[in-house]
């Protein structure tokens, strides 16, 4: 058996995400929910991992390993703490995370938006504001206006499925913590107008950057009775925001698990006349779908076992999901912007990058226009409701001092990203 081979220039990284990790956020309504009287947070991000001062060392680490990309997001309620009102030093700085990386050898790959907004625009109704949009590709332009000459990929929206999702269904414990399918529904036309804007406004401030979303998708698998839903459930969390990106440079693709559907020919056939009738759907859905999300231990095949998230363990979903988006997006290039596993076995982490990526090249090796991998995540971080407890990171951190701890799977993956290939399978 030979090595697997991946294509000249891929793209080998770890990402972050600006409030999971520089630490005192804050202007964001993240801050906020996380303090609020009854909030469902577990923890308070505050100091994080104290990214914003440690960038440089942690840089340097993650190139000393062998990567090639470093993901990081600019976090909006820095730049823009007041409506139009921006900030030059925090413009500085994240020109300086750019340089840093740059600089070690590592290709910036920058996210607009990871999650987080300004108060102010919180205030105004976050997605549910028809202005929200507008400001958003008024910030993207002038961040690509401050890194353009440093920066060519770009990510304008970091899973927007999850944002309506999650804050606007209610279902994930997201601000702003609306709980009905209107929202949803509106969110999700706020985040696809935003999405197009800031598209625009990148390519007219920076006319050869690449830029695109990305995009949380699941590997569903459903039996007969329960494809209904399933169709009706993508649509709205993936597909419709898929369509969005046919005018992307890239579509990036960020997959965890595999999501089982069973149901039984009656709730089925009983399903099917709920989704004709729009008054029914509003009032029945929202409750079902937060209570299945926030269950701590849905449904896994026999045989496999969960993660710290309580998800199936299933490193080959990312396939499944590359797969799917090289059909509905035929040639449209695809990164793998996040794939990754909250453990506290890091043995578990190795497989998962080494299951992944091997189920990953079939799907090269089969015409998928794949240009890069890029871990989830660098470093064991906040992760928002849920707080300090998942561990993520190829890298671990000690909160108490702030130490690094390189994990073998940062080295395993380091190796590949070396070589730009993984070993045979032993036989």
Known sequence: M?????????????????????????????????????????????????????????????????????????????????????????????????????????????????????????????????????????????????????????????????????????????????KDLRSWESATAGLVEGHRQTLRAIHDAAPSARAGQTHQMMEWDSDESGRPFVEWMRRRNEDVFLEASADDDFVGVQTYTRVLVRLNPALSLALRGLLRVPPLLALVIPPVIRVQAQNPAPPIPPGTHRTQMGYEFRPEALAATVRRVAGLLPGKDIIVTEHGVATADDAERVELIDRGLRALHAEIAAGAPVRGYIHWSAFDNFEWALGYRMQFGLIGVDRATQERIVRPSARFLGEIALANRLPAAPA
Request: with cysteine; net charge negative; hydrophobic share 45%.
């Open 2 to 178: 030979t090595d697997l081979a991946f294509p000249d220039g891929f793209l080998w990284g770890a990402a972050t995400a600006a409030h999971q990790v520089e630490g005192n956020n804050d202007g964001s309504d993240w801050w906020d929910w996380e303090r609020r009287p009854g909030t469902p947070c577990v923890d308070r991000s505050d100091l994080a991992i104290d990214h914003y001062r440690r960038f440089p060392d942690d840089i340097a680490l993650l190139a000393s390993l062998g990567l090639t990309a470093y993901r990081f997001s600019v976090e909006w309620a820095r730049v823009e703490p007041a409506d139009g009102a921006f900030d030059e030093v925090q413009l500085d700085h994240y020109r300086a995370v750019a340089d840093a990386a740059i600089a070690t050898g590592l290709i910036p790959v920058v996210t607009l938006y990871h999650f987080s907004l300004p108060r102010w625009v919180a205030a105004q109704g976050g997605w549910l504001w028809g202005g929200t949009p507008g400001r958003l590709a008024r910030y993207a332009d002038r961040v690509v206006r401050a890194l353009g000459d440093r920066v060519r990929w770009w990510c304008t929206l970091n899973e927007p499925g999850i944002v309506a999702f999650g804050g606007y269904l209610g279902a994930l414990n997201f601000p702003p913590g609306r």
